[in-house]
């Protein structure tokens, strides 16, 4: 057997490539929130909590907690699309837990201290959007390799 003949040729597949483009925008979207201007009443932006009032964009309420969350998970998924399976996993778990955080932020009041994170409505529907996107996602085809 020639040394052609046993090479495989691995094209990377549409689920990592869609994990890695979610991760990517989950690291740019962390970073965002740390930029004055582009989060609005950047002063009033808190550790955690519904006590925060800065708002990425002038949207969506933010805290240190959940723009350090938004790195952690772009991180994750910059390392989970180094395969198929890795991908695969990050896309449909992460966008289970974002449909968990939909449903919590429908249950917590925005103004109660259980909403640490914090959560306003324009984050419930992303969130739930980001969920149903990313789960979708997940089901692309992995890998394909060819000799």
């Not at 046993?6 to 483009?21: C, D, E, H, Y």
């Not at 998970?73 to 910059?78: E, H, M, N, T």
Request: charged share 15%.
């Amino acid at each position: 057997m020639s040394r052609t003949d046993s090479t495989r040729i691995v094209k990377r597949g549409p689920v990592r490539t869609a994990a890695l483009i979610v991760g990517a925008l989950f690291l740019v979207v962390g970073a965002l929130g740390f930029i004055p201007g582009i989060t609005t009443d950047y002063d009033e932006l808190e550790w955690a909590g519904h006590d925060s009032e800065a708002e990425l964009l002038g949207l969506f309420q933010v805290s240190v907690l959940h723009n350090l969350v938004h790195l952690a998970f772009g991180v994750l998924g910059v390392l989970m699309a180094a395969t198929s399976a890795l991908a695969r996993l990050y896309l449909i778990a992460g966008g289970a837990v974002y449909l968990a955080l939909w449903l919590y932020g429908l249950i917590v009041d925005d103004d109660e201290g259980a909403n640490f994170v914090p959560l306003n409505t324009a984050d419930d529907w992303l969130h739930l959007s980001l969920g149903v996107g990313m789960i979708v996602l997940g089901f692309l085809p992995g890998d394909r390799s060819r000799r």
